[in-house]
């Protein structure tokens, strides 16, 4: 076997690498339309793939799954050169993003929580959930040509 060829002992179809990493043929086949991936060799109207590809389809699924990365930013991190600094940039903008949502996902509960356990029924009228709507549009509740005045 000549270097750089994969041993077709190895290869698996699509079918297979579905099962094994829990996604639809579909799924692999929009991989490869994204560029993200490419089968070693086509056989009989089927795809086949080798541990490289086997390998890059776990990064991708663990990038997507672990860092919540879109399949845009985890393509340009495969792609580029790994001392362009492009994927530290990355890294960090994911963190922001994580962050931001966070501290809205931390509102968000705070609010429900306080919602459940001081109403029985909607909030409407009650002075904190008033002053909390109000507070967040900078609006005046008396002004009526907004249409949002109680």
């Not at 750089?4 to 929009?30: H, K, N, Q, W």
């Not at 809205?104 to 919602?115: I, S």
Request: with cysteine; net charge negative.
């Amino acid at each position: 076997m000549t270097e750089g060829m994969t041993d077709t002992s190895e290869l698996v179809p699509i079918d297979e690498v579905a099962r094994r990493f829990g996604l639809r043929a579909s799924t692999i086949r929009y991989y490869e339309e994204r560029g993200l991936l490419v089968p070693v060799s086509r056989h009989s109207g089927r795809r086949w793939y080798g541990p490289p590809e086997l390998r890059r389809l776990a990064i991708i699924r663990y990038w997507q799954e672990s860092a919540l990365l879109s399949l845009e930013d985890i393509g340009e991190m495969l792609a580029g050169p790994a001392d362009s600094g492009r994927w530290r940039q990355m890294i960090d903008d994911q963190l922001r993003t994580l962050r931001d949502r966070i501290e809205r996902m931390d509102a968000a509960k705070r609010f429900l929580e306080h919602v459940a356990s001081h109403h029985d029924a909607p909030p409407n009228g009650c002075p904190h959930y008033e002053s909390l709507i109000w507070d967040r549009y900078r609006a005046a509740p008396d002004t009526p040509s907004q249409g949002l005045g109680p």
